[in-house]
Each structure stands twice: as structure tokens, then as C-alpha cells.
């Protein structure tokens, strides 16, 4: 199988790259292929001719987005569309990752993916766009995901929330975590497991939510990493409504994954997901 992997320096695309690693693997870094260029995207996907496109990149930054709209549109929903119109002409499928801040956060049980989604910042509206744009082909695959934490790439800095936390605690520093945010951990080297396993057993194309199982608060998240890592954990309990930030972040975005479980691919719980995160020596 030729597969394309566009990102492929972030935290999730050097997840991807890596479970990808035995197929015959293109790898884009943004300055290998830039791609808000629909043409650069048209020119790169016909030379390597993919089976499979899988779409890692994204603009991440949920503040920055409110101030720039334009650049969180052009790289979250119309990038999306290129890539989507470039594998149709080839004849490929597209995976594309997706967001729990398509949600507003509101909800008291977990999101499945026939619920409305209600964005309640631009960057989630950028992203639910992108989301419709992948699945105007009904054999592309959306699977969101959400709270990433991984091992980077060798050319990427990028360690997500987790990272940060971990580093705070093996430092033993005082621990900034939010009390009243619940979410769904995704572990990317499970990510890119259960895309591979949604490939090879030919599941239907569509919307997919693709966590670790269960759920737990950011600062429930970093107990736990405190407990398997033997260290003190000093929290500094926040609020969202004690912090200043432009974009609202969605309260509780647990994602169900059962829909997942059905098409015969199970996620690890996130406590299991974390240990095995944490005892990966890279």
C-alpha cells in the first residue's frame, strides 16, 4: 500500500509515520508541501500516486485562531478539501483527524458521533468545516480525537499537554491543571493503531471517534501520571472561568468510542494508555 501522511512532524503525524512504517510511506513535513496550495496538493498527491492519504496537520493554536481567522479556515477546512478532491481524482481515501471542540461542551454523558455538533470557537468551526469537506466522499474516514499525548517526532518539539505536565512533575514544580475540564485522552500511538486496523479490516467509511476509553479531568490526568511516575504531584487547581482565554473551551468533551468497538477495533483504557506512554524510553 502507498500511503501519503501530510503533518507528519506533529505529535500525531510521527505516530502515524511510524505505524505506517513497513507500507511504502511519503512523508510531508509543511515545508515539504504546503497545503492551503490546492495546486502544490493536485501536483504532490498525482506524483506519489497514494492509496491512502492520511491527513495529520492542523492549526492547533484555539487562541490564535479568534485574532486569524482566515489562516485557521484556509489550513483546517479548505486544505482539507484539496487534499480531499486530489485523492478522489487519484482514486485514494482520505483520513482525516478531527476535534472535540466541534462540541460546546454542555452535555453530561459522552458524545457520540450522530450528536450535534455546536462549535463555540473559530477553531472548532474550522474544524467541523474540514470535517464535512472529508466526508463529501463517503469512503474517506474523519476520526476525532482529542487531549493527544504521544512520543514526537524526531524533528518536532511539540510534547502537548501531557508533556508539559510530566515535565512539571518529574521537576517537581508546582502542576497548572484544570479541575472542571473532563476529557478523553488519546494516546497517538493508539491513534495510529486503530487507523491502520480501520484500513486493513475495510470498515465503512465515515465519522469516527477515536479516544482511549473513559475519561477523567486534566488534573485527575496528572494524579495518575504522579502515581506511576513514584514522584510528589503539587497541583495548582484552575478553573476555566479562572483563566483568560479568547477562545471558550468546551467544559466536558468526552467522546464515545463504541461506534469504534462495533467496526472491531477497541481502544486500551487511558490509565493503560498513559503507562505505556510513560514507559516508552524516547
Not at 496537520?57 to 484555539?62: E, K, Q, S
Not at 474523519?142 to 499525548?149: A, K, P, T, W, Y
Not at 478553573?239 to 467522546?255: D, E, F, G, I, M
Request: glycine share 8%.
Amino acid at each position: 500500500m502507498r500511503v501519503m501522511i501530510t503533518g507528519a512532524a506533529g505529535l500525531l503525524g510521527a505516530a502515524v509515520t511510524r505505524e505506517f512504517g513497513t507500507d511504502t510511506v511519503a512523508a510531508f513535513d509543511r515545508a515539504a508541501l504546503e497545503l492551503t496550495d490546492a495546486a502544490a496538493v493536485d501536483a504532490a498527491v498525482a506524483r506519489v500516486a497514494p492509496d491512502l492519504i492520511v491527513n495529520c496537520a492542523a492549526y492547533n493554536d484555539v487562541d490564535g485562531a479568534e485574532d486569524d481567522a482566515g489562516e485557521a479556515l484556509r489550513a483546517n477546512a479548505f486544505a482539507v478539501l484539496s487534499l480531499a478532491r486530489a485523492a478522489h481524482a487519484c482514486g485514494a481515501r482520505l483520513v482525516h483527524y478531527s476535534t472535540d471542540f466541534v462540541f460546546d461542551g454542555t452535555a453530561d454523558t459522552p458524545y457520540a458521533e450522530h450528536h450535534a455538533a455546536s462549535p463555540r470557537s473559530v477553531y472548532g468551526a474550522s474544524k467541523l468545516l474540514g470535517d464535512w469537506f472529508a466526508l463529501e466522499q463517503p469512503a474517506n474516514y474523519v476520526l476525532r480525537v482529542e487531549s493527544l499525548f504521544g512520543v514526537p517526532g524526531p524533528a518536532s518539539r511539540r510534547r502537548g499537554s501531557l508533556g508539559t505536565i510530566v515535565e512539571h512533575i518529574r521537576a517537581g514544580r508546582e502542576v497548572p491543571v484544570f479541575t472542571d475540564r473532563t476529557v478523553s485522552p488519546s494516546f497517538t500511538a493508539d491513534v495510529a493503531r486503530a487507523t491502520r486496523a480501520l484500513i486493513e479490516r475495510k470498515a465503512p467509511g465515515g465519522l469516527y471517534h477515536c479516544v482511549n476509553s473513559g475519561h477523567a479531568t486534566w488534573a485527575e490526568i496528572a494524579a495518575e501520571t504522579a502515581e506511576i511516575l513514584g514522584c510528589p504531584f503539587t497541583p495548582k487547581p484552575l478553573t476555566l472561568a479562572s483563566v483568560p482565554l479568547k477562545a471558550q473551551r468546551p467544559r466536558y468533551c468526552v467522546l464515545s468510542n463504541e461506534k469504534l468497538r462495533q467496526a472491531g477495533v477497541p481502544m486500551p483504557h487511558w490509565k493503560a494508555a498513559l503507562r505505556a506512554y510513560l514507559a516508552d524510553p524516547a
